[in-house]
C-alpha cells in the first residue's frame, strides 16, 4: 500500500459517517458488538454446567494440594499400629483422622489422600506445561516453515511417537534410583509432546494461510512477530483443548508407574503408592484402595470435563 493510498484510505476514514448506533443509546441497550473467538468461547463457557461443576472440583483440588494443613493437621507418614491397624473407616467422623480408616502401616488413609493430592497436581500440571511448550514450538515451527524444516521436524516426531508411551516412560524412569516428583515429569514430558506437536503444526498451516498473515507480511512484518502476534494467537485455540484432557491422563499415569513401581517413591506421598499397597489387602479391607483410587478418578474425570467444555467452546461446528 502506498504513502497516497493510505492518506486516501485514512481520509475516507475520517469523512466517512460513523456506524449508526442511535437507537440502541436511546433505548438504553447497549450495542451489539461481535466478539471475538475468546470472547465467544467464554460466554459460550458460562453457560455450560459441566464448566462450572469441573472449575469448582479443580479449584478445591488446587487450594487442597497447596494448603493441605488445611483440611488435616494428622502427619500422612505417622504410623500406630498398635491402634490403627487396618482401621474400618468412621464415616460419621468428617474431616477426623479415622474418617476413611487406617491402612496396614497404622497411618491416615484420609491425611494420605489430602497430601497425595499435591504430587499428582505437580506430575499432571508440570507435564502439560512442558509438553505443551516444546510440541507447541516444534509443531509451530514445522507448520509455518514447511520445507525440510517441516520434514525434519515431522520425522523426529513420528520416531517418538511409535515408542510406546507408558514403556517408554517406564524405561526413562528405570534409570534413575531416586524417582522424584521433578524425574517423573521429565520423564513423561519426553515421550508426551508428540500429540501437541501434531496438533499445533495442523492449525499452523491453516492460519498462515489467512489473509491477515499476507498482509502482515506484505507490510513487512518480521517473522517472529508475525507468528507470535498473528499466527500464534489463532492457531491455538485445539493445542490448549489437547493438553486439557491430555493433563488427567498425565496424572493417571503417574498413578499407574507409582502402582507398578517405577514412578513416585516413599517418601512422596502418592495415590499410585496408597492404591499399590491398598491392593494387597483388597479382600478383607477394600477402603485402603477405594478412597484413594475414587480420589484420583474424581481428578482425573474433572480435567477432563473441563477439557470437554474447553473443546465445544472453541469449536463452532460442536454448538
Known amino acids: 500500500m502506498t504513502k497516497a493510498q493510505t492518506t486516501d484510505a485514512a481520509t475516507v476514514d475520517a469523512v466517512a459517517p460513523p456506524a449508526v448506533d442511535t437507537?440502541?443509546?436511546?433505548?438504553?441497550?447497549?450495542?451489539?458488538?461481535?466478539?471475538?473467538?475468546?470472547?465467544?468461547?467464554?460466554?459460550?463457557?458460562?453457560?455450560?454446567?459441566?464448566?462450572?461443576i469441573?472449575?469448582?472440583?479443580?479449584?478445591?483440588?488446587?487450594?487442597?494440594?497447596?494448603?493441605?494443613?488445611?483440611?488435616?493437621s494428622v502427619d500422612p507418614r505417622d504410623g500406630d499400629l498398635v491402634h490403627h491397624y487396618l482401621g474400618k473407616p468412621q464415616l460419621g467422623h468428617f474431616f477426623q483422622p479415622d474418617w476413611f480408616g487406617y491402612d496396614q502401616q497404622g497411618r491416615s488413609i484420609y491425611?494420605?489422600?489430602?497430601?497425595?493430592?499435591?504430587?499428582?497436581?505437580?506430575?499432571g500440571v508440570g507435564v502439560t506445561a512442558l509438553v505443551t511448550l516444546l510440541g507447541g514450538l516444534l509443531g509451530m515451527l514445522a507448520g509455518y516453515f514447511g520445507g525440510w524444516i517441516d520434514s525434519l521436524i515431522s520425522r523426529i516426531v513420528d520416531i517418538f511417537f511409535g515408542l510406546p508411551f507408558l514403556l517408554g516412560t517406564m524405561v526413562v524412569l528405570n534409570a534413575f534410583t531416586e524417582r522424584k516428583v521433578y524425574v517423573v515429569i521429565l520423564a513423561l514430558a519426553c515421550l508426551g509432546w508428540t500429540s501437541?506437536?501434531?496438533?499445533?503444526?495442523s492449525s499452523v498451516i491453516t492460519a498462515k494461510q489467512a489473509d491477515y498473515v499476507t498482509a502482515a507480511r506484505a507490510l513487512g512484518a518480521g517473522t517472529t512477530r508475525i507468528l507470535f502476534r498473528h499466527v500464534m494467537p489463532n492457531a491455538i485455540a485445539p493445542t490448549i483443548v489437547v493438553a486439557?484432557?491430555?493433563?488427567?491422563?498425565?496424572?493417571s499415569a503417574e498413578a499407574t508407574l507409582s502402582f507398578l513401581g517405577l514412578g513416585l517413591s516413599d517418601p512422596t506421598i502418592s495415590w499410585g503408592i496408597d492404591i499399590s499397597e491398598g491392593s494387597k489387602v483388597i479382600r478383607d479391607?477394600?477402603?485402603?484402595?477405594?478412597?484413594?483410587?475414587?480420589?484420583?478418578?474424581?481428578?482425573?474425570f474433572a480435567f477432563i470435563m473441563l477439557g470437554d467444555a474447553v473443546r465445544d467452546a472453541l469449536d463452532p461446528k460442536l454448538r
Open 54 to 72: 469441573s472449575s469448582v472440583l479443580l479449584v478445591l483440588l488446587l487450594v487442597i494440594a497447596a494448603f493441605p494443613g488445611w483440611f488435616t
Open 285 to 300: 479391607n477394600p477402603h485402603t484402595l477405594l478412597f484413594p483410587a475414587g480420589m484420583l478418578s474424581l481428578t482425573v
Open 244 to 251: 486439557t484432557i491430555a493433563l488427567g491422563g498425565y496424572i
Open 196 to 201: 501437541i506437536a501434531r496438533v499445533t503444526r
Open 111 to 123: 491425611s494420605r489422600v489430602i497430601h497425595g493430592t499435591r504430587a499428582s497436581i505437580l506430575v
Open 23 to 52: 437507537p440502541a443509546k436511546e433505548s438504553g441497550k447497549k450495542s451489539d458488538k461481535p466478539r471475538s473467538l475468546w470472547g465467544d468461547a467464554w460466554y459460550d463457557l458460562r453457560h455450560r454446567p459441566m464448566f462450572w
